[in-house]
């Protein structure tokens, strides 16, 4: 008991350790210029390079250990580290360094009656707390997007990712040191005592925002548990609304199947199709045998089992994030029931309309209260890579801040500058 | 003990009520046009011209009340609701009618190698919740800006205006239906019971965003227990520093005396001032007589008492925000130690140089990390009138979403809009 208490203040110190030396390296980095910020993040590639082998076998420890204690064949393959994930952290060291530095612009300045000229300047947010599970690649991703929005990041892996995270930690602290930043600019907590997580989110005098990658489960206990803003990513229960004004049949198709098949592993994947009645007996035949062809399973309104051979769908289907091969159909009756419905069910992620009408595109995306509204492409589609960001941290489904896929820009906030030739007031 | 459970239900379930309506309204909102907001405004303006009357005998109830339980003087001046505030409430409506709309503003929008155009469309946040205190125009001000920004919003004033908010409250429901907009747009929490603030800010379905306008307990008090993202507006402790490159003795006590004395209750007020120690004995004494004289108590460190007859300034001057006729002086060696001074003992809220150096200009705006940093200006302009902003709902000391005066942009939020022809992924 007395041991267990000594053990959980030690953990907590650690923690707090490596928050103030963030803190610190955040003072410097406030201001580092690009180039010096590209030298680290080029510098940490070189460093995976020439270590592969050591890093292969830091990640065998974590694959033993993950297959000894029986942990699922899923959870094992996002661990491991082979060459072309190392390659895949290479390039992405490089594109983040190649990204345009998002600190120091100038937005909006414009000159006030009094000669003030007064503007926003973009800046670092300062010290960023980043919690995730097994992939050891987030290591990476995490602390160079951290970094070249000129903040600091304190990083919490899983623990079945341990010895590979620490190796790629290492790396990273060679890479600061080459460009001659602070060591405490980019931190992983080596400790895989959950008290270290508790820690981290309730730091706030040292940590200005924290982001969770992971489950659901994850994401909402550290939303509950942290005293300093979470930037969460949940659930993407994604739409496709084919409109009666739809251009072709062919595209409407095209889109849904593309919107569900495309990955239905990821948070963009549609998981309701919803249809305007005049198209239904066109479309929904068609479409639902190619679905079902590609072995998702089809459930689908009163409306739809009249048309076409599916499964029922209830009312629970339309509030499910399936991530999988099962697809929910129903057919509306026109634009106001397709907004309602998805205001009501949806999850404010990603949502589609298929279109060639002005009025209902344009009603569509004013009204759909979505992160990403779509018109004539589908929901898959919401990605950082494919917005043009570069990279992205994750998929913000908060309103304030940042929403939607987030990259520098997200990882960065705005001050007002306000300059005078010796202007008073009043 | 039954009666007062039956009660505080009771206050839930109205609060709840409410929040709903502003849920539903704020669906039509999301796209009403400006035409029709402003109908609404300029309706409540009229509303309140034409009933002057009934508001001063509303306030009246109030000011009785305020009286008989001995409330202070400052308190019960602030309450007081006479002709001039009508008016200025009048005019405010009229102004923020006169404002651009900032939903539907389409920003970044480019097109991508696949022909997908993608940018973000500026949008309402949805409903957002007010907790405030005693000035009853406030209710106007909350009102008009949330309504012009295309948010509903649902209104707790301090239970000493109780009278005088509901006043308001009728020609505000008079001003929607005019427009023809819903009901719950804008709604004021009747009832004085302190439960309703709890289930307020915990009616984390149906309300977007808290803001809350008081004091420091009451910020403190609703950051704690909300469960809805909070925009808080906390202490400005806030620094002049005079640099050794200073453009003239004159400007640099020109600025430092207006940073002090413009007002001293306001937040952008100066609470320290930091001298160069080159420039400290060119200028303290002049300017310590000036604010001296003027009625300013004036604490200094070593180096500034040993220049001129001031107080002695221990270390909890540097943390004090006095919001009255005191102000600690400290000299420093040179740049390093004041942009310490001012990221350690601050609160990021405004902060000043003097100087004509562009290489200390530059410094001081990337590495002070402040929501407003002014060059050759005092921190009393910061304030969103001075800013062009129109109108402000407070001044943000938070990092993330809105930081600085909060104007109707920090009321709105961006959404990703993607435009196809019918592009599928992959």
Known sequence: MNQGQAESVSVEEHVY??????????????????????????????????????????????????????????????????????????????????????????????????????????????????????????TIDAAALCLKAGNAAVLRGGSEARHSNAAIAGCVKDGLAVAGL?????SVIGTTDRAAVGALITASKLVDLIIPRGGKSLITRISNEATIPVLKHLEGLCHVYIDAQAQSDAMAMDIAFNAKCYRYGICGAMETLLVHRDRAAAILPALVSRLVEHGVEVRGCDTVQSLVAVHPATVDDWSTEYLGPVLAVRVVNDLDEAIAHINHYGSHHSDAIVTDSLTASERFMAEVDSSSVMVNAPTCFADGGEYGLGAEIGISTDKLHA?????????????????GQGQCRG
Chains 1, 2 share one sequence.
């Open 17 to 138: 350790a490596l928050c103030q030396a963030a803190r610190e390296a955040s003072q410097v980095l406030r201001s580092t210029p690009a180039h010096d910020k590209n030298k680290a993040l080029l510098a940490m590639a070189e460093a995976l390079d020439s270590r592969r082998e050591a890093l292969k076998q830091a990640n065998q420890l974590d694959l033993d250990l993950a297959r000894a204690q029986g942990l699922d064949k899923a959870l094992i393959d996002r661990l491991a580290l082979t060459d072309e994930r190392i390659d895949g952290m290479i390039k992405g060291l490089s594109t983040v360094a190649s990204l345009a530095d998002p600190v120091g612009a100038l937005d909006q300045v414009r000159e006030q009656a009094n000669g003030l000229r007064i503007g926003k300047r973009r800046t670092p947010i300062g010290v960023i707390g980043i919690i995730y599970e097994s992939r050891p690649n987030v």
């Open 182 to 186: 602070p060591d405490g600019s980019v």
């Open 403 to 419: 929403r939607g896929p987030v990259g520098l820009e997200g990882l960065t906030t705005q001050k007002y500058i306000v300059i």
